[in-house]
Nanobody, 114 residues
């Protein structure tokens, strides 16, 4: 399966974005799909997880409480809503398909600046 991330861009501090991760196949076959981010010079950070059963979970990340993962199975898309964006949230945001595919999407850039 291939993943296509989209929805990034320039947003002002305090703003929101909804990122989309669209799979080339059924997301019901992927367990899980996860969202990550990577800022320059930093390690990739896991932000949210969506199982093939539609169960969402959030690890203890620096963005916990400000991100919400959801999905639309008819569109084969998993979304990441990011609220109250801060300049330090600027990063490339990636989605990842877990078993059985183990595949990264290409990433979408988020810039937070006034």
């Amino acid at each position: 399966v291939q993943l296509q991330a989209s929805g990034g861009g320039l947003v002002q501090p305090g703003g929101s974005l909804r990122l989309a991760c669209t799979a080339s196949g059924s997301i019901d076959s992927i367990n899980p799909i996860t969202w990550h981010r990577q800022a320059p010079g930093k390690q990739r950070e896991l932000l949210a997880r969506m199982t093939s059963y539609g169960i969402a979970s959030y690890p203890d990340s620096t963005m916990k409480g400000r991100v919400t993962i959801s999905r639309d199975v008819n569109k084969n898309t998993v979304y990441l809503q990011i609220d109250t964006l801060k300049p330090e949230d600027a990063a490339v945001y990636y989605c990842y398909a877990g078993p059985p595919y183990y595949s990264w999407g290409q990433g979408t850039q988020v810039t937070v600046s006034s």
